[in-house]
């Protein structure tokens, strides 16, 4: 692993996410250079001190892909053509996996996707805090060398993100939901808000919190959303018929008169609403876990993407090599309030498990 003062990463597309993933990685001590397809934009972050270069330096070790999904695949595979360090990572930030993870074939690519944001856009916008207390999805498959996930999971954990490991095709279906049907959602209620007004103008001035509140996202760059939504399409519409028929309830029951229900269903929400996850446990609240693995393919994958399944944060993940260079143990640091349980699991799965508190 290279030292802080070597280490060099190189981020394609200086929108509001990459030049932002630029700035947190220039703040924890890497050199970062970036390309963009507009020429204006590259010297803006160079006089900005975003990037010191267009071009990646000698010894480039972390490529971010920060550009439209559609065409993340095609540049991976240029990135990974051109890199001759098999040690050097590229991921990506798009906010669809499936069609991204199967496409670029190559054990140097981990697929990624930081949910975090901003209605604001472009560089301008662009903050070295930003991904600070996001979740940051990652997408191993079977392919995935466990000594590049480790030190990508960790390269992460220094922005301040708490990272999580899925399946690409999890990711698109629990994103659909999360992030993708909300975003066409406030759309939609701004749009009919806006059509409105044309015939009541006081409609707007009228806006309170909760309708801000809901369409703030419709705000954000519009140009980055196509290419997601029609890539996760499927997905998206599943979702969307599911919530048609869950309004359509709601409607009946209004017509019908049914108050006790309509109120059980608010009442169900605002429950819901509260227990959404808060920030990470802080470190000292951590217990250490030893899985020994095998050289068989998706062995760490399995490990984390199960971590995820039940809702465990990974703080920390090493690799410890066995003498013999077939086997080795994955060093784990874990919220302490789970590790009993996720140990559990980890032995019913088959592995090998040393839990130390």
């Known amino acids: 692993m290279t030292s802080p003062s070597e280490r060099q990463a190189h981020v394609v597309g200086l929108g509001l996410i990459g030049a932002s993933v630029a700035r947190a990685l220039a703040s924890v001590g890497w050199t970062v250079t970036g390309s963009d397809r507009d020429p204006d934009i590259v010297e803006r972050a160079k006089a900005l001190s975003i990037v010191t270069d267009s071009y990646p330096a000698p010894g480039t070790t972390l490529v971010v892909i920060a550009t439209p999904a559609g065409t993340v695949a095609d540049l991976a595979r240029?990135?990974?053509?051109r890199l001759d360090d098999p040690e050097a990572i590229v991921t990506d930030v798009a906010g669809v996996k499936s069609a991204i993870v199967a496409t670029v074939d190559d054990a140097r690519f981990i697929g990624g996707h930081p949910m975090a944001g901003s209605e604001q856009r472009g560089l301008a916008a662009s903050r070295d805090d930003l991904f600070r207390g996001c979740t940051w999805v990652l997408t191993p498959t079977a392919a995935t060398e466990p000594g590049h996930y480790s030190r990508l999971h960790g390269y992460l954990r220094e922005l301040g993100a708490n990272v999580v490991a899925v399946t690409a095709a999890d990711h698109d279906r629990l994103v659909a939901l999360a992030s993708h049907v909300p975003h066409l959602l406030a759309g939609a209620l701004m749009n009919e808000a806006s059509l409105a007004a044309e015939q009541d103008a006081v409609l707007l001035q009228l806006a309170?919190?909760?309708?801000?509140?809901?369409?703030?996202?419709?705000?954000?760059?519009?140009?980055?959303?196509?290419?997601?939504?029609?890539?996760?399409?499927?997905?998206?519409?599943?979702?969307?018929?599911?919530?048609?028929?869950?309004?359509?309830?709601?409607?009946?029951?209004?017509?019908d008169g049914r108050r006790e229900e309509v109120a059980t269903k608010l009442?169900?929400?605002?429950?819901?609403?509260?227990?959404?996850?808060?920030?990470?446990?802080?470190?000292?609240?951590?217990a250490y876990l030893r899985v020994a693995v095998s050289d068989r393919p998706g062995e760490l994958a399995a490990v984390t993407v199960a971590a995820s399944d039940m809702g465990v944060n990974?703080?920390?993940?090493?690799?410890?090599?066995?003498?013999?260079?077939?086997?080795g143990t994955l060093l784990l640091a874990v919220d302490a309030e789970h590790a009993s349980r996720f140990t559990d699991t980890l032995v019913a799965m088959g592995f090998s498990v040393t839990l130390e508190r």
């Open 267 to 286: 009442a169900m929400a605002s429950v819901a609403r509260r227990q959404l996850p808060g920030r990470a446990l802080s470190a000292d609240r951590l």
């Open 78 to 81: 240029q990135v990974l053509d």
């Open 208 to 255: 309170a919190g909760g309708f801000r509140d809901m369409t703030r996202i419709a705000a954000g760059d519009p140009s980055i959303w196509p290419d997601v939504l029609f890539e996760n399409r499927d997905a998206i519409t599943q979702t969307l018929t599911s919530l048609e028929e869950r309004l359509a309830n709601i409607r009946t029951a209004l017509l």
């Open 314 to 327: 990974i703080f920390d993940i090493e690799i410890a090599h066995g003498i013999e260079g077939v086997s």
